[in-house]
């Protein structure tokens, strides 16, 4: 089965600077990406996905990067602002596929 | 519109006692799928539910775990006995069925029951 794998698990920035996270995924017929965002004692929200047919999205302070022949993604967050400290999750499953395959999460903390 | 949600928010019970969860998606939505974080590990699948039926429960960890959606609305997760690894926080999740042209849906996710098996 798939198996996706995230670093770092932990990641403390300046507030201001960029964060990147990034995620590798072993399944080639995987195309969809979603990054969950969790803040503390909430639950977790889609913030950006991608699909295997763009190499990259953006969203105002987030973009997502995909490399299919890599199998690699990432999420870069730009003017870290101390409201992005949380935990973000990425996943990857297959487009008409049932379960996401997460990874184990990195803990963000923006400092003002 | 109201978002998943899950009951209870925390339990806490003795090994070999008995715990049901349950998950409330989101109106319409017909697909419901449990997930589970055991404390700095991944969020894994657990079941797939559509509608009533059970799709895909191949990360079910063993048979102490029995899941149901009576209906096609709510559904339940009951852990009997519970074990001391099964404490970690247990996510509900649901989508639309899939448009006219296929394809996966957003999913959405409750807020997690907490468990501590002691």
């Known amino acids: 089965g798939e198996n996706v794998e995230q670093h770092p698990s932990t990641l403390s920035v300046q507030e201001g600077d960029s964060a990147v996270i990034k995620c590798t995924y072993s399944d080639s017929a995987s195309n969809y990406f979603p990054w969950y965002k969790q803040e503390l004692g909430k639950r977790p929200q889609l913030i950006i996905d991608i699909r295997s047919n763009v190499g990259e999205k953006k969203d105002q302070r987030i973009a997502v990067t995909l490399n299919k022949t890599a199998k690699h993604f990432s999420l870069h967050i730009t003017e870290t602002q101390p409201e992005d400290s949380a935990v973000y999750f990425c996943?990857?499953?297959?487009?008409?596929?049932?379960?996401?395959?997460f990874g184990t999460g990195t803990s963000l903390t923006v400092i003002p | 519109e109201a978002g998943v949600t899950q009951f209870p928010s925390h339990s806490v019970i003795e090994k070999g006692q008995t715990v049901t969860l349950r998950c409330d998606p989101i109106?319409?939505?017909?697909?419901l799928y449990w997930y589970r974080r055991v404390m700095g590990k991944e969020i894994k699948f657990l079941l797939h539910f559509v509608k009533e039926s059970k799709q895909d429960e191949s990360g079910m960890p063993n048979n102490r775990f029995l899941a149901e959606r009576t209906g096609g609305t709510y559904s339940t997760l009951k852990v009997q006995p519970a074990e001391l690894e099964d404490s970690g926080v247990y996510f509900c999740?649901?989508?639309?069925?899939?448009?006219?042209?296929?394809?996966?849906?957003?999913?959405?996710f409750g807020p997690g029951t907490r468990l501590l098996v002691l």
């Open positions: 996943a990857a499953s297959i487009w008409t596929g049932n379960q996401f395959y």
């Open positions: 999740a649901s989508s639309q069925a899939p448009g006219l042209a296929g394809g996966l849906q957003t999913q959405y």
């Open positions: 109106s319409g939505h017909d697909n």
